[in-house]
């Protein structure tokens, strides 16, 4: 077949057979890439809004391979060109090293593959996510820390494949000590926080879609970066926060170990009220709430001031924002049930007059 090609092409000029020749190469790549994205898109059958790997596939590495492969078929017909040797020699060079980049550009796309099949697989969406949790956080870095490496030898590769420059490339390979020693120096803080983001990838103290409480504000982990947290507060603001803060100084985790958790009301009730009947008040609103998980409903006078009695209802829910939204429903109803029935036991001040003052009165 080359040497069809190579008979075809030696009756013209040879500037228009490499024209020709390269054109052909381009189109060829181009033509293999739509059939291999046709076939992918047959073979898919699921509705958009679901996981595929096909899907998944064409998404991430169509661009790529775009790239790919007509860089790949122009290498394959440098040796069909008329070409000076100085011609040739720049040419494969340029090549070469397009032929790396693009290389590195579909690992880049294999990773992203491999990283939406996780996604999918850990879904965090289930009410008991703490497992799903802790896949996606260590696969934030794992991603991060994949194509950082391949960028880093896409790098070293291009500069090894120039003989002027193979001494840079070398050093980058060999040089990572002393590299390192520069660096620590240079940017102590910088890679501390790249420590530290290593250290919480692999012991997690905090994890994607965790609530914690950071600076008294409650919020929930959106990502995990190897330098800072992004914690997205209830109104909507975003807290950034270096990630070494995690290490150094603590933190509320309300999912360390699971998404469950109790919540309290307090009430603050003349010493009047009737605590049985409030009782069985709130037994009655929470036994009736979908949002109570039936493992904890407790009511107790957990303090007295010389005014009022302090009343405790603790209830537990699945998650922290249906406790939120539960004990705002018991407060209001529960507030609602003592104006109706017993107004008398709400807060009062009381004073006592004395028979010499009305006397004297």
Same mark, same amino acid.
């Given at each position: ?209 965790? @609530?914690?409480? +950071?600076? &008294?504000?409650?919020? =929930?982990?959106? $990502? !995990?970066? /190897? ?70 409903? @407790?009511?107790? +006078?957990? &303090?007295?001031?010389? =005014?009022?009695? $302090? !009343?405790? /209802? ?48």
């Amino acid at each position: 077949m080359l040497e069809l090609i190579e008979r075809q092409l030696s009756h013209l000029p040879p500037l228009i057979g490499n024209i020709i020749l390269a054109a052909c190469a381009l189109i060829t790549g181009y033509i293999i890439k739509w059939l291999l994205a046709l076939f992918i898109h047959k073979s898919t059958k699921t509705p958009v809004e679901d996981y595929s790997m096909m899907r998944s596939i064409v998404k991430r590495l169509g661009r790529p391979v775009n790239f790919f492969l007509p860089v790949l078929v122009l290498n394959m017909m440098i040796p069909l060109m008329d070409l000076h040797p100085k011609q040739l020699k720049l040419l494969s060079s340029t090549v070469e090293v397009l032929l790396i980049i693009t290389f590195g550009y579909v690992l880049i796309g294999i990773v992203k593959v491999f990283e939406d099949y996780i996604v999918h697989a850990y879904d965090l969406r289930k009410a008991d996510n703490l497992r799903e949790r802790k896949i996606r956080t260590q696969l934030q870095f794992i991603r991060k820390i994949a194509v950082t490496i391949i960028t880093i030898l896409v790098l070293c590769a291009v500069l090894l494949s120039f003989d002027s420059l193979r001494k840079i490339g070398t050093g980058l390979l060999t040089g990572v000590g002393v590299g390192g020693i520069i660096v620590g120096f240079a940017a102590q803080r910088s890679l501390g926080n790249f420590l530290a983001g290593l250290q919480i990838a692999f012991t997690q103290p905090l994890r994607i879609d965790d @609530v914690l409480i +950071v600076e &008294n504000e409650w919020g =929930r982990v959106e $990502e !995990i970066t /190897l330098t800072y947290v992004v914690l997205g507060i209830w109104d909507q603001r975003k807290l950034i926060l270096p990630i070494n803060y995690f290490i150094e100084k603590p933190f509320q985790n309300w999912t360390r170990t699971g998404s469950a958790i109790l919540g309290t009301v307090f009430l603050y009730l003349d010493y009047s009220a009737p605590v049985d009947v409030l009782r069985e008040e709130f037994f009655r609103l929470v036994e009736d709430h979908p949002l109570w998980d039936k493992r904890v409903k @407790v009511m107790q +006078v957990t &303090n007295a001031t010389d =005014r009022t009695m $302090e !009343i405790r /209802l603790l209830i537990s829910a699945v998650n922290s924002g249906q406790a939120f939204d539960l004990r705002c429903f018991l407060r209001e109803r529960m507030i609602a049930f003592v104006q109706e029935k017993y107004p008398e036991s709400l807060p009062k001040t009381r004073a006592e007059i004395s028979k010499e003052i009305t006397k004297d009165i």
